[in-house]
T-cell receptor, first 114, second 112 residues
């Protein structure tokens, strides 16, 4: 079955610690995206990548970093510079630009600062 | 700034009734998408409607788009308890090629 896998499902971060969220897809999609969702709110775009070895900042990129070394993988690092990282993080992929083709989402990672 | 905004924020109906959710947006779009999110899960794509289309159907779902009013509606007919979820619209502004902006969603509760 093709799909998009996020891990871990739950993640706890201590103050000042960097953590990395994994996102892997076997759909052969070119584009991948990271969104942040806070309770009762919609999705806000953190970073996106339309092709391997290239990525762009979204609306709330500060305190986050990404890499796109392989087509299948788009990990997100939440750095200590992100002052309010507790949120639900969603990774998505699309065969082309997501706005034109629609997104396939992973099941999310819930990050909590302890 | 928010591009798509759903209305109402919350909707509670009885099983078998129809549910209508609306999405308004501010700037011209190429297309508009609707997604469903069950609690604590990822989003599931429901329908994409392009700016030159006025209506699309998929099973019990009917989506309309009125570009003159910059609004869309999602109708779920003969609702079921399993339709309980949050529903989001996503729009692309013509200047944001490839990216979508999501609204805050409508939370639908279908009572058995």
């Amino acid at each position: 079955d093709g799909g998009i896998t996020q891990s871990p499902k739950y993640l706890f971060r201590k103050e000042g610690q960097n953590v990395t969220l994994s996102c892997e897809q076997n759909l052969n999609h070119d584009a991948m995206y990271w969104y942040r969702q806070d309770p009762g709110q919609g999705l806000r775009l953190i970073y996106y990548s339309q092709i391997v070895n290239d990525f762009q900042k979204g609306d709330i990129a500060e305190g986050y970093s990404v890499s796109r070394e392989k087509k299948e993988s788009f990990p997100l690092t939440v750095t200590s510079a992100q002052k309010n990282p507790t949120a639900f993080y969603l990774c998505a992929s699309s065969i082309g630009p997501g706005a034109d083709y629609g997104y396939t989402f992973g099941s999310g990672t819930r990050l909590t600062v302890v | 700034s928010q591009q798509g905004e759903e209305d109402p924020q919350a909707l509670s109906i009885q099983e078998g009734e129809n549910a209508t959710m609306n999405c308004s947006y501010k700037t011209s779009i190429n297309n508009l998408q609707w997604y469903r999110q069950n609690s604590g899960r990822g989003l599931v794509h429901l329908i994409l409607i392009r700016s030159n289309e006025r209506e699309k159907h998929s099973g019990r779902l009917r989506v309309t788009l009125d570009t003159s009013k910059k609004s869309s509606s999602l109708l779920i007919t003969a609702s079921r308890a399993a339709d309980t979820a949050s529903y989001f619209c996503a729009t692309d502004a013509n200047t944001n090629a490839g990216k979508s902006t999501f609204g805050d969603g409508t939370t639908l509760t279908v009572k058995p």
